[in-house]
């Protein structure tokens, strides 16, 4: 029981990490795609590890999370709007979609697996 609990915890933590946000930072910053696939890459394990343990719950309060910190992040840093950047959606907007995007993606998987299994 301690364990499902610690576990539960772990991924709650590591989807803390604003995601969205270093992903459309880096590439502002850098101007390279390579964060967007470093946060597909941890977010595909962290998937992995949710259905491994059976946490779908936390799947989805981890996604909120991670875009709440994200925002935040983004408000903080100062992080310009760069319309002309990310045409069509400002850098605010582009966190939005990346989001809701990864929510998607995921929920196909999560439904996939639970078919499947």
Known sequence: MKKAWSMK????IA??????????????VSGTM???????????LL???ILKTNN?????????LS???SYINAKLSGLEP????FKPFTS?????????????????IVLFYVKKK
């Open 9 to 12: 915890m772990l991924f709650l």
């Open 34 to 44: 390579l964060f967007y696939g470093i946060m597909i890459a941890v977010l595909g």
């Open 56 to 64: 779908i719950t936390i799947l989805y309060l981890g996604n909120v």
């Open 47 to 49: 998937l992995l590890g």
């Open 15 to 28: 989807y803390c990490i604003p995601f969205a946000f270093l992903s459309v930072n880096g590439d502002a």
């Open 92 to 108: 605010y907007s582009l966190m939005v979609v990346i989001s809701v995007a990864a929510v998607v993606v995921q929920t196909m």
């Open 82 to 85: 760069m319309g002309h950047y």
């Open 67 to 69: 875009f709440v910190s």
